[in-house]
């Protein structure tokens, strides 16, 4: 696609229910972040994806957050058991090399994660 | 450690007015590049520029321009004449290297309010 789409736009969860994110990254781009935005606050890395190996998860705030990118293109951020401390933006980025710098990112709306 | 410092947290002005937003940085890379993203209410980050660490040469995109300057680490935005369309976050980000790919670490953000 054009761009990189991220669903659902917007998610309300209930305390303890788990909840899976999709990020669809612009074909052909070989690197593909995910962060979390809090409210009021910058985004920070969670997890970096070169293909579909994940090389970084050094960001991934507990175990309950798992990341897959199954066959190198779309991704799922999945959360288990949400707490309210999730609730935030989470934005997907992709990059069509692996030194992505130089050739820019591309983010994603994001999807907004509401837990109550 | 590696970091990016907005330290402006929220900044007003009048329409017609220049505005600059500081930004800031630590790095312990030789080779890095910088961004500035806007975030309108929309979510969306919006990439306006990026520089990388051998390029000081200031840039100018019509209203828009950038200072750059390593001997301070700082990459300084100026909106002239600004626009209540100008309103929105604005980020400031870092390439960090780690593990054989560059990753983005952002600012905490300046939000920017422009009256008419």
């Known amino acids: 696609g054009a761009g990189v789409s991220q669903s659902p736009r917007y998610k309300v969860a209930k305390r303890g229910q788990d909840v899976a994110l999709r990020c669809d990254p612009i074909?052909?781009?070989?690197?593909l972040f995910w962060y979390q935005q809090a409210l009021g606050q910058g985004p920070e890395f969670l997890t970096y994806?070169?293909?579909?190996?994940?090389l970084d998860k050094s960001g991934l705030p507990s175990d309950r957050f798992f990341a897959e990118r199954p066959e190198g293109s779309v991704s799922t951020l999945k959360i288990q058991r949400t707490q309210q401390e999730d609730s935030a933006v989470y934005l997907c980025?992709?990059?069509?090399?692996?030194w992505g710098a130089g050739y820019g990112y591309t983010f994603g709306s994001g999807t907004r994660l509401t837990v109550v | 450690a590696q970091k990016v410092t907005q330290a402006q947290t929220e900044i007003s002005v009048v329409e017609k007015e220049d505005v600059t937003l500081d930004c800031v940085y630590e790095?312990?890379?030789?080779?890095?590049?910088l961004f500035w993203y806007k975030q309108p209410p929309s979510g969306e980050l919006v990439f306006l520029i990026r520089?990388?660490?051998?390029?000081?040469q200031n840039e100018i995109s019509g209203r828009y321009s950038w200072n750059f300057q390593k001997s301070t680490s700082s990459f300084n935005f100026t909106i002239t004449a600004s626009q209540v369309v100008d309103s929105a976050v604005y980020f400031c980000?870092?390439?960090?290297?780690?593990?054989?790919?560059?990753?983005?670490?952002f600012g905490a953000g300046t939000r920017l309010a422009v009256h008419p």
């Open positions: 980025a992709s990059s069509l090399k692996v």
């Open positions: 790095t312990r890379d030789t080779t890095y590049y």
């Open positions: 520089r990388n660490s051998f390029d000081e």
């Open positions: 980000a870092l390439t960090v290297f780690s593990g054989g790919y560059n990753k983005l670490i």
């Open positions: 074909s052909g781009h070989v690197s």
């Open positions: 994806f070169q293909n579909e190996a994940q």
